[in-house]
């Protein structure tokens, strides 16, 4: 089975996506709790500049300090990593393969030779999952396609071999 994911059609960049490197990038998403925590939209500066003065505050009054958990975080890291079940959004990959203003639709081929589409303003509401309990999906992945509202949860599209922009 390949494990590579092309971008193709009506893009400026045919680009090539490898999920087995997702499980090291920050944009993942823990899907063991996505479906059930309720999500706010927050801008990603507005929560930096409160983390960053949260922190500058307390080295202010408290001096800085090395958290004495640093190795036990690391293992909690890494144990989730291990076992947990992770998705990433599709929105930023098709956005770098710079899709034409022209673009209305999202194609998922798969190996089964049925073919997905998704009308492209849904775009934003695409997750690729791409582990299941900490395992990479060989059996009939190499993502799963889910929607972010969880409807197709239980039955995903699989076997996804190219996405298609028209």
């Not at 899907?31 to 202010?60: G, Q």
């Not at 190996?111 to 690729?128: E, K, R, Y």
């Amino acid at each position: 089975m390949e494990r590579i994911i092309p971008i193709k059609g009506n893009v400026k960049y045919t680009i090539t996506l490898d999920p087995t490197v997702w499980i090291f990038d920050d944009r993942k998403i823990d899907l063991t709790t996505y479906f059930v925590e309720e999500r706010v939209e927050i801008d990603p500066n507005l929560a930096y500049t409160k983390d960053m003065s949260a922190h500058w505050s307390r080295e202010i009054m408290e001096g800085a300090t090395v958290p004495p958990t640093l190795k036990t975080e690391k293992k909690y890291e890494k144990t989730k990593m291990l076992t947990g079940t992770f998705g990433i959004l599709l929105e930023p990959f098709i956005k770098n393969a710079e899709p034409a203003a022209d673009a209305t639709q999202l194609i998922f081929e798969t190996t089964d030779g049925i073919d997905h589409a998704f009308a492209f303003q849904d775009l934003n509401t695409i997750l690729l999952q791409y582990s299941l309990e900490g395992k990479p999906l060989n059996e009939d992945g190499p993502v799963y396609v889910l929607k972010t509202d969880g409807s197709n949860r239980n039955n995903p599209i699989k076997n996804v071999s190219a996405i298609r922009v028209e």
